[in-house]
């Protein structure tokens, strides 16, 4: 909805000398375009990438996370409201599961690896609104080596861990072998062990030590 200068004026006129008289405005009380600004900030608040998409494969709506993850899984000359394959992928799934399944409720989640750097968990769902006679898609994308790397930090200071340690927890928690982990950081798979045992240990401590306090 889009409004005049001379319109924007009188309803300013308007809410200004009935501003003394209101209360805290309920979700009545938005105009349209304030809702859609509301719902526009709460989706780029996400930590994870949103998409929104149509049945039939049409983009309708990302947050800038989920454009920088889609800019990465698409060619550089692709056009920026296609839908990485990897992605729509799991998009059918759903949309299938439907076919079968109409009255469940179905969530579809997969990890996806599409390039060695990138690992990604993929989460597809319907999202109904009562405004609109046709489904959508709600897509949400994590990346688990930055969610790897979060609670690695949060570790970190909890347990008071060097620097290697950090390293070494880091893509541990990212499901990585000993022999994966060893190649990737230079060092060798006993030395990776030794990394481990001492993280576990001063988790132990730690846990330790709070119980007591506890007790």
């Known amino acids: 909805m889009v409004f005049s200068d001379n319109e924007n004026n009188l309803n300013f006129l308007a809410f200004s000398e009935e501003k003394q008289n209101q209360k805290t405005p309920t979700n009545d009380d938005l105009q349209p375009l304030a809702k859609f600004d509301l719902l526009q900030a709460i989706i780029e608040s996400f930590v ?3 998409l929104i998409v149509s049945p039939e ?4 709506h990302t947050n800038e996370y989920a454009r920088a993850i889609c800019r990465q899984l698409m060619p550089k000359d692709a056009d920026s409201s296609a839908i990485p394959q990897e992605i729509w992928q799991i998009c059918q799934s759903l949309i299938e599961s439907y076919e079968l399944f109409t009255t469940e409720k179905i969530i579809i989640e997969s990890e996806i690896q599409p390039k060695p750097t990138i690992k990604l968990r993929v989460r597809a ?22 969610h790897s790397q979060s609670i690695a930090i949060a570790d970190a200071k909890k347990y008071n861990l060097t620097e290697r340690e950090i390293e070494v927890w880091q893509l541990r928690l990212a499901n990585l072998s000993y022999k994966e982990i ?19 240990a001063k988790q132990q401590d730690i846990n330790n030590l709070h119980e007591y306090n506890f007790v």
């Open 48 to 50: 994870d990438g949103v």
């Open 57 to 60: 494969g049409k983009l309708i």
């Open 125 to 146: 769902r319907w999202l109904e609104l009562s405004a609109s006679p046709s489904n959508f898609l709600l897509v949400t994308i994590e990346d688990c080596n930055q």
């Open 182 to 200: 060893a190649n990737k950081l230079f060092i060798t798979i006993n030395t990776v062990k030794k990394h481990l045992q001492n993280i576990h």
